[in-house]
């Protein structure tokens, strides 16, 4: 074997090797992240060519799909699971208890200008549905509110839920936080009036927790 037929085989090798290392590189860069999605080197996508592969089949068309619309949904999500823009996905709350709720009833008798405050306790996320209403159909002033009794709040502070002067009101109130939680009306009329209040939660008391009037103020 002469020096030249050695020297063609080696030169040979070398480019056999680098034609097989060449086709690799092409297929690792290039093919597959165009044609299938792969993209194990990362310069695929940085080149834009994971763009070119379509989901082989209609299943993982969808699962395409379902993948991007749950990432748009933990996204909008905080760590709670609650989105505080869309209702739907908000968090429900179950609140197990041992006891049943109470029920409670009272004929609130209201002289003109008197005035009268109720307030269930209730622990912060506890429910309560209510109902009260004039007997007679005569309308009253009445302020829905609640002033808290645990937490860090600024002194005298308390949320007003409703307001208004009307006959009857009704519905279901959940705490936001722990403390009271209730009524005051005043007799805006100019003869006696009696209230007829019924609630049913999850409060340790409902009770009558003032009771006054303005009729000085008018003298």
Same mark, same amino acid.
Not at 100 to 114: E, G
Not at 135 to 155: C, L, M, N, Q, R
């Given at each position: 074997?002469?020096?030249?037929?050695?020297?063609?085989?080696?030169?040979?090798?070398? !480019? +056999?090797?680098? *034609? $097989?290392? %060449?086709?690799?590189?092409?297929? =690792?860069?290039?093919?597959?992240?165009?044609?299938? /999605?792969?993209?194990?080197?990362?310069?695929?996508?940085?080149?834009?060519?994971?763009?070119?592969?379509?989901?082989?089949?209609?299943?993982?068309?969808?699962?395409?799909?379902?993948?991007?619309?749950?990432?748009?949904?933990?996204?909008?999500?905080?760590?709670?699971?609650?989105?505080?823009?869309?209702?739907?996905?908000?968090?429900?709350?179950?609140?197990?208890?041992?006891?049943?709720?109470? !029920? +409670?009833?009272? *004929? $609130?008798? %209201?002289?003109?200008?008197?005035? =009268?405050?109720?307030?269930?306790?209730?622990?912060? /996320?506890?429910?309560?549905?209510?109902?009260?209403?004039?007997?007679?159909?005569?309308?009253?002033?009445?302020?829905?509110?609640?002033?808290?009794?645990?937490?860090?709040?600024?002194?005298?502070?308390?949320?007003?839920?409703?307001?208004?002067?009307?006959?009857?009101?009704?519905?279901?109130?959940?705490?936001?936080?722990?403390?009271?939680?209730?009524?005051?009306?005043?007799?805006?009329?100019?003869?006696?009036?009696?209230?007829?209040?019924?609630?049913?939660?999850?409060?340790?008391?409902?009770?009558?927790?003032?009771?006054?009037?303005?009729?000085?103020?008018?003298?």
């Amino acid at each position: 074997m002469t020096e030249q037929t050695i020297t063609t085989g080696a030169s040979l090798l070398k !480019s +056999t090797v680098a *034609a $097989i290392l %060449l086709a690799i590189a092409l297929l =690792v860069l290039v093919a597959l992240p165009a044609e299938y /999605g792969i993209d194990p080197t990362g310069i695929g996508k940085a080149i834009g060519l994971t763009e070119l592969a379509p989901p082989t089949t209609e299943l993982e068309h969808h699962a395409a799909e379902s993948i991007e619309d749950h990432d748009a949904v933990a996204e909008a999500l905080d760590g709670t699971g609650v989105n505080e823009d869309d209702a739907p996905f908000r968090q429900g709350i179950a609140n197990a208890h041992e006891d049943s709720p109470l !029920s +409670t009833s009272f *004929a $609130i008798i %209201l002289k003109p200008l008197d005035e =009268v405050e109720y307030k269930a306790v209730l622990t912060a /996320g506890e429910p309560m549905l209510y109902s009260w209403s004039v007997v007679g159909g005569e309308e009253v002033y009445f302020d829905f509110h609640g002033d808290p009794t645990k937490g860090e709040f600024p002194d005298e502070y308390f949320q007003r839920y409703e307001e208004g002067e009307v006959v009857s009101a009704k519905g279901s109130f959940t705490a936001t936080f722990t403390g009271n939680h209730g009524w005051y009306w005043l007799n805006i009329s100019e003869h006696d009036i009696t209230i007829k209040l019924e609630a049913t939660g999850y409060y340790s008391s409902l009770t009558e927790i003032y009771r006054g009037n303005q009729r000085d103020r008018y003298k």
